[in-house]
T-cell receptor, first 113, second 110 residues
Framework: DADVTQTPRNRITKTGKRIMLECSQTKGHDRMYWYRQDPGLGLRLIYYSFDVKDINKGEISDGYSVSRQAQAKFSLSLESAIPNQTALYFC????????????FGDGTRLSIL | AQRVTQPEKLLSVFKGAPVELKCNYSYSGSPELFWYVQYSRQRLQLLLRHISRESIKGFTADLNKGETSFHLKKPFAQEEDSAMYYCALTTVSNTGKLIFGQGTTLQVKP
């Protein structure tokens, strides 16, 4: 089945470390998104990309960067992790019209000590 | 600004009782609305979208433009419905970005 895969599933690290979360998809979708999920706040958009040469900031991009290495790959980096970036991170994809539903990965649970 | 509000953090009902999870949105145009569900330790998955006007797992949701609401309903709750439910909105001008509500945890007690 076509899918959205996130690695790692869990990560514990220390303040100040650089971290990369990876997302790959076999759905053939053009559009990819990174969200973070916090209790009581729902999902908030960090970055999104409509194709390989297109990167856009979302609602909460400060402290994060992304790279769209190929249509199928979209990685999220925390250059210098801080404790309030502890959250559950989701990657999602959607097809090119973008009005349809998004398809989510299993999430990466990130803890920063 | 576009916004989605789910006023209840937690909704607890007994098995067999009716369920209504509330969702209100702010947008002056024609939105595309969705309900997503996240079962324990699983990924978010689409439950239903308003333009489909279908019933999934016994759930329905009707877009009420006058009240700017998209409440999710089920006449008889089942224990397996226990999950986190998110209402989400997108528009043509959003170019596909979803705006999520805060989420409501539904707890169905036996």
């Amino acid at each position: 089945d076509a899918d959205v895969t996130q690695t790692p599933r869990n990560r514990i690290t220390k303040t100040g470390k650089r971290i990369m979360l990876e997302c790959s998809q076999t759905k053939g979708h053009d559009r990819m998104y990174w969200y973070r999920q916090d209790p009581g706040l729902g999902l908030r958009l960090i970055y999104y990309s409509f194709d390989v040469k297109d990167i856009n900031k979302g609602e909460i991009s400060d402290g994060y960067s992304v790279s769209r290495q190929a249509q199928a790959k979209f990685s999220l980096s925390l250059e210098s992790a801080i404790p309030n970036q502890t959250a559950l991170y989701f990657c999602a994809t959607s097809d090119k019209d973008g009005i349809g539903p998004q398809h989510f990965g299993d999430g990466t649970r990130l803890s920063i000590l | 600004a576009q916004r989605v509000t789910q006023p209840e953090k937690l909704l607890s009902v007994f098995k067999g009782a009716p369920v209504e999870l509330k969702c209100n949105y702010s947008y002056s145009g024609s939105p595309e609305l969705f309900w997503y569900v996240q079962y324990s330790r699983q990924r978010l998955q689409l439950l239903l979208r308003h333009i489909s006007r279908e019933s999934i797992k016994g759930f329905t949701a009707d877009l009420n433009k006058g009240e700017t609401s998209f409440h999710l309903k089920k006449p008889f709750a089942q224990e397996e419905d226990s999950a986190m439910y998110y209402c989400a909105l997108t528009t043509v001008s959003n170019t596909g970005k979803l705006i999520f509500g805060q989420g409501t945890t539904l707890q169905v007690k036996p």
